[in-house]
């Protein structure tokens, strides 16, 4: 389906992160080539792209003339936050981006989460993007009692 059909049926998030990159085309390749975003709609005149995967949504934009940058733009863009995008196929995506050779943070693993008096529980794997940003891809394994030591 071209990507103004499949905006036409897709909700939109109340939250859209958008992050700045270097290169467009590296990002595009990147989050479409490899983790398999789809772009939703572009203005390539503007180095824009909106980009969803199964209901997670994110924005990139290479700076022109207007930018909402609070400091020096410098490499790694994405010091301090990761992003959780949650998918229904971690271990497959997992297998495409250590066959893409992509920077891996953290390996694919299993993490319980305690929430109260539950622990939630996530297989998950960290990998940056060009630019430095975290993604923290993870398939939800459920929830199971705590137990409290």
């Excluded at 700045?20 to 180095?47: K, M, N």
């Excluded at 792209?49 to 199964?54: M, S």
């Excluded at 990998?127 to 394994?141: K, S, T």
Aim: with cysteine; glycine share 6%.
């Amino acid at each position: 389906m071209p990507y103004a059909a499949y905006a036409a049926f897709m909700e939109f998030a109340k939250l859209v992160p958008e992050l700045y990159c270097s290169e467009i085309e590296q990002s595009l390749a990147f989050y479409v080539g490899t983790l398999g975003f789809v772009v939703v709609y572009a203005r390539p005149e503007e180095r824009f792209a909106f980009l969803e995967r199964e209901g997670a949504q994110i924005m990139i934009e290479q700076p022109t003339e207007r930018t909402l940058l609070a400091a020096e733009f410098v490499h790694p863009f994405g010091r301090g936050i990761n992003l959780q995008i949650e998918v229904s196929d971690v271990v497959s995506l997992y297998a495409i981006v250590q066959a893409a050779a992509s920077l891996i943070n953290l390996p694919l693993e299993d993490k319980w989460y305690r929430r109260d008096a539950e622990l939630m529980g996530n297989r998950q794997f960290v990998v940056q993007d060009p630019d430095g940003y975290l993604l923290r891809f993870f398939q939800d394994l459920g929830a199971k009692p705590a137990t409290h030591r």
